[in-house]
């Protein structure tokens, strides 16, 4: 089972420019979420999704979006990179809401911006 | 904005001791996790609590949930190198969908 695929692994943007950060499951989980984990920090919820067309802002949305056109697929996309981006981004999904349901992390994707 | 707060922030201990971290919050959750994270790679669930007093016990890993579903505990007995790592707790609100919310972490090394 592959899990939760993230892609790419690693990445170096210029200020200024845009990319998508690609993460798909085959669980079949409904619920989708993008963290992202600066240095000696714990995760920040940026994006999160209940089901295919539905999307919602977690603690920190700005300078990023997000769709949900499949069951499989939530990527990420930052439009205008920007230094404060640099950061670790982990996609994660779970079977059902996260009461006592386990998320299910990617390994992330290491993004840089210079 | 629900925040958790861990306790230590970093812990190098020799290998066979017992150690303790805390996890706290002026905030109730519906439920409490676990996770540990190896570098490189996303965290991984250790144990999710849900009732206020509720222990969980993982071989040497003890888990207990406050009373009042504010704080949590991880207890480790005779540690191990292969211990070593992030231990990250995760609250999760009232709501539920909303993702968690994440502790900064405790860094343990375990030294043989």
């Known amino acids: 089972n592959a899990g939760v695929t993230q892609t790419p692994k690693f990445r170096i943007l210029k200020i200024g420019q845009s990319m998508t950060l690609q993460c798909t499951q085959d669980m079949n989980h409904n619920y989708m979420y993008w963290y992202r984990q600066d240095p000696g920090m714990g995760l920040k919820l940026i994006y999160y999704s209940v089901g295919a067309g539905i999307t919602d802002k977690g603690e920190v949305p700005n300078g990023y979006n997000v769709s949900r056109s499949t069951t499989e697929d939530f990527p990420l996309r930052l439009e205008l990179a920007a230094p404060s981006q640099t950061s670790v981004y982990f996609c994660?999904?779970?079977?059902?809401?996260?009461?006592?349901?386990?998320?299910?992390f990617g390994d992330g994707t290491r993004l840089s911006i210079l | 904005t629900q925040l958790l707060e861990q306790s230590p922030q970093f812990l190098s201990i020799q290998e066979g001791e017992n150690l303790t971290v805390y996890c706290n919050s002026s905030s109730v959750f519906s439920s409490l996790q676990w996770y540990r994270q190896e570098p490189g790679e996303g965290p991984v669930l250790l144990v999710t609590?849900?009732?206020?007093?509720e222990v969980k016990k993982l071989k040497r890993l003890t888990f207990q949930f406050g009373d009042a579903r504010k704080d949590s505990s991880l207890h480790i007995t005779a540690a191990q190198p292969g211990d070593t790592g992030l231990y990250l707790c995760?609250?999760?609100?009232?709501?539920?969908?909303?993702?968690?919310?994440f502790g900064k972490g405790t860094h343990l090394i375990i030294q043989p």
């Open positions: 609590v849900v009732t206020g007093g």
């Open positions: 994660a999904s779970s079977r059902g809401t996260p009461i006592r349901q386990p998320q299910h």
């Open positions: 995760a609250g999760v609100g009232g709501g539920g969908a909303d993702g968690l919310t």
